[in-house]
Structures are given as C-alpha cells and as structure tokens.
C-alpha cells in the first residue's frame, strides 16, 4: 500500500506526507492502537471459548495466583501480533529489508510461543514445548536473521560490535558476528518471557523498549542525525522506527484489557516474538549493549533465575525467595500494583540512562 501512495502522492503533493517515517511511525501508532481496541474483546471471547480452563497456574509460584489468576485465558500476544501486523502492513515500506527480518524474527518466535501456549492450554500444564528443542529453533531463526543483517549492512560496521559511550570503537566479530547476534535475539525474547509473570508487567517495559529503540532507529537511519550525535549511521534502520511505533500502539492497546486485574495474559505467544522483535532491531541498528541497557529490567529478570538455578544445584541453598525476582517481592509481602509500577518506573530510568550514551560520546 504504501509503495502505491508515493507513487500517486506525484499527482497529488499533499500525499508527500507518507515518505515522512515520523508521520508515517504516527500512524501505525494509532491503527495498532485502534485495532486492538476494537478487536481485542472479540479475539478475548474467543480465545475464552476455546481455551476452556484458561492458562494453567504453576503450581510452584505465588499460592495467591491460583485464586486470583484461575480461568484468565492466554495467548494474548495474538491480540499485539494482529494490531503490529496490520499497522506494519498499512505504513511499512516493504522495499527495505530491515522490516522483512524484523518480521521474521517476530513472526517465527511467535509461532514458537504459540505452540508452548497451545500444549500447556490442552494439556493443562506449565510444561509446554522442551527448553533444548525451544532454544534450538529460536538459534536457528535469530542465526538467520544475523546472517542477513551481516550482508545487507556495511562493511566493516556489519560485523562488527559497537560500544556506547565511544565515537569510533568497533570490535570486528567477522562471522563469529551471527553466533552474537543470534545470542542477543534469543537472550532478549526469553528474558521477557521471564517478565511476564503479572498483569501488565511485561507490556510497559516493552513499550518503552520499542520507543527508544524507535528514536534510536530513526537517528541511526538518517545521515544527518547520526553525524551531529557522532553515532554509527546505519542505512535503511530507520524504517524500523514504524515497526517500534506498530508495537507501541498495539501494546497501549492490549494493556487496556491487561491492567490488574487482567482479563487475558500474553502468554509466550507475544512475550517470545517481542522480546525477539526488540532484540533483532538492537542487532540491526548496532546498539545490543544499549539494549542491555535500556532493557535492563529483562536483564535482572533473567539473572535473578539464572543465579537461582546455580545455587541451589551448587549449594542447595535459594539466594531469592521465588524467581523471576517480582515473586521475590511478592512473597516478602510487595502488592501486585506495587511490583508492577515500581517496575514500570525502573524500567523508564533504564531507558532514559540508555538513550543518554546518543549524546554521551
């Protein structure tokens, strides 16, 4: 569609608009936002009527979340997935090839989050799809979508590490460059899987994730704004500011229906695909250490079972209460709201601590 409008905004100059990224970012905002409120009860109805029982309640987590949390259906990444998609297809430029890897990444660990969901749902467990054969296949995707982001970019810049906080410091990975990339994809789509663990925990940090990387994009993608900030101009990334503003409309919307108390979770289906999403324009605009950053709650999520596992098959001892670390809070007696908003604001930090290194250099 959008390839259509530039050629007829020829005739008609007020069309000219849809060159812009920034309005064109503007409106996949608003149609991912519309569609997910306007479908989102439908697709929640349905999901309801086909799941039955809901999302399977582990056992072994908060005692509280077998009352407060029993029969609310899963796979509400379907409900973001649907609204992305749409907006991404009515503002996107499908010419640049940045957009077609990001897609890939997002749909096929989408897919993988969605079988997970569809075997813990009928068979009502929290064991869904095996860890080795999960990780596996989200390699295989992220190492694909690193090989191609490695051959459409520049040399020696395709390659190769960026650091923040430095003008001209590259570290050279040759094609050791798609076992990192695909390192940084698979660790990002699994660390908010850890996230998501209560009613709108997840969706706000990614939301702020996917405006930075947004901004970051849009800046790394024009020439001018990447020489006055001195950051590494990345040709074509800026077209992925689109695909930020898509998740970000899309996830305003789901969180309308997964505000405490939730109505749907997100369940893997969306938690796998965004956390790729994000972790794949990180590899692509050469910031994967900002994402650290920026995504650092993703990170403490991730550690914190990390250093759990270790522990206790080392010492037989718990340094956390429960993991992720928010069951840490919750156990020591933190609300649901508390843990969330407080989680949503160390969230904002992080992101505002990471988009100063555009400037810091």
Excluded at 22 to 30: E, P, S, V
Excluded at 167 to 186: C, Q, R, S
Aim: proline share 4%; glycine share 12%; with cysteine.
């Amino acid at each position: 569609m959008l390839q259509w409008l530039v050629q007829f905004q020829e005739s008609f100059p007020a069309l000219n608009v849809f060159r812009y990224i920034t309005f064109r970012t503007g409106g996949a905002i608003i149609t991912a936002l519309l569609f997910v409120f306007m479908f989102g009860p439908a697709i929640i109805a349905l999901l309801r009527l086909k799941q039955g029982k809901g999302q399977p309640i582990r056992s072994d987590g908060p005692q509280s979340h077998l009352i407060t949390k029993k029969g609310t259906p899963t796979m509400g990444g379907l409900m973001i997935f649907s609204g992305l998609m749409v907006a991404t297809l009515l503002w996107g430029n499908f010419a640049n090839p940045y957009v077609w890897v990001v897609l890939f990444v997002t749909i096929g660990f989408g897919l993988i989050g969605f079988y997970d969901d569809y075997l813990k749902v009928t068979k009502q467990t929290h064991n869904g799809l095996s860890g080795k054969t999960r990780l596996a296949i989200e390699g295989l995707i992220g190492g694909i979508a690193a090989v191609v982001i490695m051959h459409i970019g520049r040399e020696p810049l395709s390659s190769s590490l960026a650091f923040p906080f430095f003008k001209d410091l590259l570290l050279d990975l040759g094609w050791f460059f798609v076992v990192f990339g695909a390192f940084v994809i698979v660790a990002a789509g699994n660390a908010v899987n850890l996230t998501d663990g209560l009613d709108g925990l997840a969706i706000v940090p990614v939301m702020v994730a996917a405006g930075s990387f947004g901004l970051i994009s849009y800046l790394s993608g024009n020439v001018l704004f990447a020489d006055y900030l001195q950051i590494h101009y990345v040709a074509g990334v800026g077209e992925l500011a689109v695909i930020c503003g898509a998740l970000i409309g899309a996830g305003i919307g789901f969180l309308w229906f997964n505000a405490p108390p939730a109505q749907i979770f997100m369940g893997d289906t969306g938690s796998l695909a965004l956390g790729g999403l994000l972790g794949t324009i990180a590899v692509a605009t050469k910031h994967e250490i900002v994402l650290a950053v920026i995504g650092g709650l993703f990170v403490l999520e991730a550690v914190s079972v990390i250093v759990q596992v270790a522990s206790f098959k080392l010492t037989g001892k718990r340094v956390f209460k429960m993991a992720p670390i928010h069951h840490h809070f919750e156990q020591k007696g933190w609300t649901e709201p508390q843990i969330v908003i407080r989680f949503w604001i160390i969230a904002v930090v992080l992101a505002l601590i990471g988009l100063s290194t555009l400037k810091l250099r």
